[in-house]
């Protein structure tokens, strides 16, 4: 199965707010994740005529294209700031492999290049580079035949399609568990509740009962992902 770039999506974490958000990284068209791991050459006279190398210090980079946006927290003028400021941001790089699991790669960056195009009438846009400080982690499903949980602690993928209507689905094996991800029609829900009433686009999932709740109603073939921890 192909992954397409729609469903490859760049994320700035906001820790501000209890549980934290992630927020769609100001309005971006590309964005690429890529690693790279040094190395040393360890050539010697039993090398056969052959170089040979050891794998040394690694390095990741993500690089992101965007629209210029006004109205997103973390747009050209926020990105401004906290390169001004020397601030690191924490980010979230989601691969949404549909029926096969979700793969959130993060890290912690500093924001090492912005650079703001203007082109003759036509729309604005920026691009920007986020140089990887220290390890990345990677939660999710591992993309083979078995499943195999990668995160720390055991991770569980529960799905459900829709037939129209509803506004709760109960999956009772989840008792217990933390909702840490939904995902409604392949766009992902901000904001996830444990209390109150969920309203337009939020949910609420209530752990004494295995109850996800919908602000807002499921549409008929609707997918719903959601991960528990």
Do not use: H
């Amino acid at each position: 199965m192909a992954v397409i770039g729609n469903n490859m999506i760049l994320y700035k974490r906001n820790t501000s707010v209890t549980p934290y958000e992630d927020i769609p990284f100001a309005c971006s068209t590309n964005c690429t994740f890529s690693v790279n791991v040094e190395q040393m050459e360890v050539t010697s006279q039993s090398s056969a005529w052959f170089r040979e190398y050891k794998n040394d210090v690694a390095s990741w980079q993500v690089t992101c294209d965007g629209l210029i946006s006004l109205n997103n927290q973390y747009n050209y003028l926020a990105l401004l700031d906290l390169q001004l400021d020397r601030t690191p941001i924490v980010i979230d790089f989601s691969i949404d492999n549909g029926a096969d699991g979700l793969v959130v790669i993060s890290g912690t960056c500093n924001l090492t290049s912005l650079q703001i195009n203007a082109p003759y009438k036509d729309v604005g846009t920026y691009s920007v580079t986020l140089q990887g400080s220290g390890g990345y982690g990677v939660a999710g499903t591992q993309i083979t035949p078995g499943g195999v949980i990668i995160r720390e602690g055991q991770v569980y993928n529960k799905q459900y399609t829709a037939s129209g209507g509803e506004t709760t689905v109960t999956w009772a094996d989840m008792i217990g568990k933390e909702c840490v991800y939904v995902s409604r029609g392949g766009i992902d829900v901000r904001n996830i509740i444990t209390s109150g009433s969920p309203t337009s686009e939020q949910v609420k999932f209530n752990t004494l009962t295995g109850v996800l709740t919908f602000g807002r109603a499921l549409e008929a073939d609707e997918f719903v992902r959601g991960l528990f921890n």
